[in-house]
């Protein structure tokens, strides 16, 4: 694979809420772990400010 490939997140619950509410990583793990940490970061900060939780959608691999 090129060492210019990335693999991109893009998280669409959040995309009324964050202006690019996407993460990326290098291989497909590292992407999934960025993805992640950046849902629970988001979530964390909402509830704590008393906002409310986007509805989850279904997960799509493409």
Do not use: C
Not at 18 to 24: D, E, K
């Amino acid at each position: 694979m090129d060492e210019n490939w990335l693999f991109l997140v893009t998280i669409l619950e959040f995309s009324d809420r964050v202006v690019m509410p996407f993460t990326h990583g290098k291989i497909r793990e590292e992407a999934i772990r960025s993805g992640e940490e950046v849902i629970e970061m988001y979530l964390e900060a909402w509830q704590a400010e008393g906002e409310s939780i986007p509805e989850p959608s279904t997960l799509q691999i493409a």
